[in-house]
């Protein structure tokens, strides 16, 4: 029986927001409520982990956890149902409606779902919508026998399963046609899955015409093309490598090897990098330079009443330095517009720090970094780093960048070719610091020296606007008073 609108809207359903910037899904790292439990409007329910960052999702209405969509290590796509709350529990038992009910004039999955009609972002809700509203979708009609075939093309056209067609009685032929094979969908069209789910089976190298769709109006899931890559993987794994992310946790293989899915922030980095280092032309130029000063100098701003309880160390100085010699020559601080064809000179230099994290490598930017005086930059550095090591950092904080420093020196590397961030012009790598011989004053001395190396948008930087910029880096860090007559 099909649940009355008064029933229908006592379940409210709430899906996966719309993470932005791209992204079409998320994992769910932890929920903290369970069926039962009591939530309040703005209560946080879960957290969920896109390929930027661990983001908490708050639940838009007050109620009774009805039911868990999905376990923790699962990845959903953005506009799938996570959770429903029962907001009216003091009305009694009551079931909640079929996901495959036929639709009522009642308010539509969406409105049910987001207060006012506004749609879930991963920060609070959107703007209010136009006085524009969507129509109700209606049922459509039962075609005749004869008309299947085109009525299944044309449901398929409209994004949605065909009517099943009135059954009219046939002679039984003498020889009635071989069956489909286990699990084969209907030829009468395309199978229906979303795109992130036809890309998956993809990679995973599954026909999705031989998956039985279990989603509602007939649609591939994801998990059904996890299920139906599981066997085929196993039969091959003696002959050759079976594909990644076939399931949602690390997966042991035979031989010695450990399998693990490719998700979340490695994937995203994976993908930026590819992206970057195949599209724009790097220049990689290096330079050895004397920081004796620079390393007295940090000891001394440790004991600075301005700079107390700010953390101090080589990498703000190196950071200072990126900054006072990207004022000295400003074009460096542009972007390419492949699709206008042009190059955008920015006025403010978003400075990325390139940090490593349990999830993997992120890249948060302070904004308008150039304005910042060395406290400022120090007190928001300590913040980026922290942030980023707790898997807080917003999407908002890793978008935006113009240039990046990225400090390879902590783990004992003398320097390395660091590759762009996807969208900048260039990135400044930071080597180790190690006491070594150096004709300093005409004699030999110990003195502290590292390697830097700036990697850089050749369409956008020539070899002499690069060397200049790398030069001045070292300046400023062999004579750390340049800070000041320079900056």
Known sequence: MTASPARAQRFREFKMPDVGEGLTEAEILKWYVQPGDTVAD??????????????ELPIPYDGVVHELNFGEGVTVDVGTVIISVDTDPGAG?????????PQQPAPSAEEDAEPQGRQAVLVGYGAAPSSTKRRARKQPAVPAQPEAAGAALQAELNGRAAPAPAVTPVPVPAAPPAAPAAGAVSTAGRPLAKPP??????????????????????????????????PAAAASAAAAPAPVAVAPAAVPAGGGERRVPVKGVRKAT????????????HVTEFITVDVTRTMKLVQELKQDPDMAGL????????????LVALRRHPEVNAAWDEVNQEIVYKDDVNLGIAAATPRGLIVPNIKDAGSKTLPELAAE???LVATARDGKTSPAAMS???????????FGVDTGTPILNPGESAILAFGAVK?????????????????LALSFDHRLIDGELGSKLLADVAAVLERPKRLITWG
């Open 42 to 55: 703005g209560q946080v329910v879960c957290e969920v982990e896109t390929a930027k960052a661990a983001v």
């Open 93 to 101: 038992p009551a079931a909640a409606p079929a996901a495959d009910a």
């Open 197 to 230: 789910v036809r890309k998956l089976a993809k990679d995973l190298g599954i026909d999705l015409a031989t998956i039985a769709p279990t989603g509602p109006d007939g649609i591939i899931t994801r998990e059904d093309v996890h299920a139906a890559a599981a």
């Open 270 to 281: 994976a993908q930026a990098m590819v992206a970057s280092a195949f599209t724009a032309p």
């Open 311 to 322: 953390r101090v160390n080589p990498l703000l100085l190196v950071a200072k330095a990126f």
């Open 381 to 383: 550095l300590g913040d």
């Open 400 to 410: 935006g960048g113009t240039v990046t420093v990225t400090n390879v020196g902590v």
């Open 435 to 451: 006491l070594q011989p150096w004709v300093h004053k005409g004699k030999v001395k110990a003195r502290q020296v590292t390697t």
